[in-house]
């Protein structure tokens, strides 16, 4: 079993649209959990951590994270072109990153 | 000026040739590490390094060394490269956690390097 999995994609969705964004990580030890963006051949860049459990919004971006089902999603409300992206999961134990996949996430104009 | 840069940004080399790849960072950030990426497997450890005296082995050490040179400079080296070693290399820093607030703080990668093993 992989240590963070993530929803395979890829992900299609109209302008204006709610992209949904799922992540279930294997260690219940995990403290931090962090939501990266990554166009193609670019670096990832952070879009989103949380440590709590609940909701953390950023502009058109909203984290979810439930530790009991080991589960953080992220939704990104009225979807722009600009947002077509691979989006990478990572979570955090022991001061160590482990990364998902990637859900690659296009939005149609 | 970027925060964390990594030379060369591409590189093409034959098999059994001798690769460094370096990090050098200006956030001050004590913590460095090194992830390959291929395609469907996202991003792997390699390395880590939490100052200039520690150095970790991560979840895919074997066929890779790095030296740590000073606090903002951290290479990797492939000491005789072979074409599975063929991947997007990216160097990333996060600060000593507490220092700017959560419990792990966020990593920041530099742009990547490019490496083909023919």
């Known amino acids: 079993q992989k240590e963070v999995e993530q929803n395979s994609g890829p992900l299609s969705v109209p302008e204006g649209a709610i992209a949904s964004l799922n992540c279930t990580y294997s260690?219940?030890?995990?403290?931090?959990f962090f939501w990266y963006r990554q166009y193609s051949g670019k670096s990832p860049e952070l879009i989103m951590s949380?440590?709590?459990?609940g909701d953390k919004e950023d502009g058109r971006f909203t984290a979810q994270l439930n530790k009991a089902s080991q589960y953080v999603s992220l939704l990104i409300r009225d979807s722009q072109p600009s947002d077509s992206a691979t989006y990478l999961c990572?979570?955090?134990?022991?001061?160590?990153?482990?990364f998902g996949a990637g859900t690659t996430v296009t939005v149609r104009a | 000026d970027a925060d964390v840069t990594q030379t060369p940004r591409n590189r093409i080399t034959k098999t059994g040739k001798r690769i460094m790849l370096e990090c050098s960072q200006t956030?001050?950030?004590?913590?460095m590490y090194w992830y390959r990426q291929d395609p469907g497997l996202g991003l792997r450890l390699i390395y880590y390094?939490?100052?200039?005296?520690?150095?970790n082995k991560g979840e895919i050490s074997d066929g890779y060394s790095v030296s740590r040179q000073a606090q903002a400079k951290f290479s990797l080296s492939l000491e005789s490269a072979i074409p599975n070693q063929t991947a997007l290399y990216f160097c990333?820093?996060?600060?000593?956690?507490?220092?700017?607030?959560?419990?792990?703080?966020?990593?920041?990668f530099g742009p990547g390097t490019r490496l083909t093993v023919l």
């Open positions: 260690d219940r030890g995990s403290q931090s």
């Open positions: 990333a820093t996060s600060a000593v956690p507490g220092l700017a607030g959560g419990p792990t703080d966020t990593q920041y």
């Open positions: 390094s939490f100052d200039v005296k520690d150095i």
């Open positions: 949380i440590y709590s459990n």
């Open positions: 956030k001050g950030h004590d913590r």
């Open positions: 990572a979570v955090a134990n022991d001061y160590k990153l482990s």
